[in-house]
Each structure stands twice: as C-alpha cells, then as structure tokens.
C-alpha cells in the first residue's frame, strides 16, 4: 500500500469514528467548519437576515433527503452571488442538475422572489444519474447514493409544485444531452452545472456555450470536491478550449467566465 493510500485511509477511520466530536471541539474557532471547508477568514454572509432566510426556504427542498445534516451555507453564497451578477446581463438563468430545486430555490429567494424577472430553466432527469454515461469510478461513486423510482417521482412532483406560483420558472424532465434540443433557448446569462459525471457536464457545456452572453458565468458544484476529479479535468479543458480559465474555489465550486 502507498504511504498516500494509507494516510486517506487513516483520515476517513478517523473521521468516521470522531468526526462529530472533532467538528465540535474546532468549530468554536473557526467561522465556518462545514461542507469539507474549514476556515477563520470572515463570512459576512452567514451575520446576513436575508441570505439567511434564502438559504433556509431551499434547504426545506431537500428534506434530508441528500445532505443528511450537512449544512452548505458558503455553496449556496457562491451560487447567489454569481446569480446577482448575472440579473445584470441580458440573458435566462438555467439550471442542469436540480435535484429537489435547493439552489434554484435560494436563488429566487435571495434576488427577490416576486420581483424575479429572468425565465429560469430548471433540467434534471428525476431518476439520478444514468449508468450510461459513468466511467467505473463514477459509477462506484455514484452507486452509494442511489435512490429509489419512487422518491424521484417524488421529487419531481416535488418540483414542479414549488415552482409552480413562479410565471417564469420552467421544469424539463428529461436526460442532457437529448433534452437539450427540445428546450427553446435565448441569451443565457448564468449556468448552475450539477450532473455529478463528466460525460453529461460535458455535453450540457458545449451545448450551451453557445447561447452563453458575453460575461456569462457558469458555477460548477462539483470543480473540487474529492473524487470527482475526472469532472475537473473535463472543466479545465473546456475553458482552456474557449480561451479562458476555471477559477477554483474552496467551497469544490469553480466558475467560468466567457470573456470572448
């Protein structure tokens, strides 16, 4: 065994047996100990009423259903932020990889959830990731969380009735990249990238670069989180093929900008 295999190892024993009590004896010295993110530099945003109550509304779309107590406050301010840069620009917001509408949910609820005015294209498949499109470590990744026909039926039903009183949202079942032809899409301002496998990322990203506005952002969850590396890969050469570069942040988020 590799002396890397052996430390990983060792930290997942570790954090599996005393990871609670460890997280609660740091925490109190640090601003924020959540999501794989563990820093003292200022978080503002978690003092802020209104990015608070935002959070809160989407965090009840997931009704433990994926996170399982994990908080993912600093993901969710990323994805705001980005999404109030974007209402500037020209161009709909859309979404690849919904899930329960958790970030879509924060989202409106932090620009202003009766003043939204971009149309918002939400797209999952709402039957998890497809088997097809995952290389094995994707799939031996991925086959840890999956969930049953009935809970995506669920969770689709789910959806679309959260969404439903929001003029310009629009929920589209349907697996990426096939779904893609039958949406009607204009400018895009902001792409939220959430596929969980590089196949479909892939394919969401070249289909939708296109209709991209000049200063459009992309926010892609899964950039830096372990074990997704062949996603980051595919990312880092995507934008270095459109002249550009994936800001990596701490939260495993990046974003692209198209900046030609």
Known sequence: MRRLDFYHLLAKAVNKCFGKKLYAAVRADFTYAKDNLLTKNSAPFLRDQFFLRAYSEGKKTDKDRFLKGVDIEWRIHTLCWAADYAKQLDGDFVECGTRTGFFAKSIIEYLGAEAFAKRFVLIDSFQGVIPEFLSDNEK????????????????YNQVK?????????????????????????????????????????????????PYLQLGGIIVLDDYGYPGFEEQQKMH?????????????????????????
């Open 140 to 155: 031996l990744r991925e086959s840890k969380g999956v969930k049953s026909d009935d809970i995506w039926s669920k969770i």
């Open 236 to 260: 880092d050469e995507f934008a270095r093929s459109h002249n550009t570069s994936v800001l990596c942040l701490p939260t495993c988020q990046g974003i692209i900008i198209k900046t030609e």
């Open 161 to 209: 009735e959260q969404f439903s009183s929001h003029d310009r949202v629009e929920v589209y079942k349907g697996v990426i990249p096939e779904v893609l032809e039958n949406i009607e899409f204009g400018q895009i301002s902001f792409l939220s990238l959430d596929l969980n496998n590089a196949y479909a990322e892939r394919k969401a990203l070249d289909y939708i670069w």
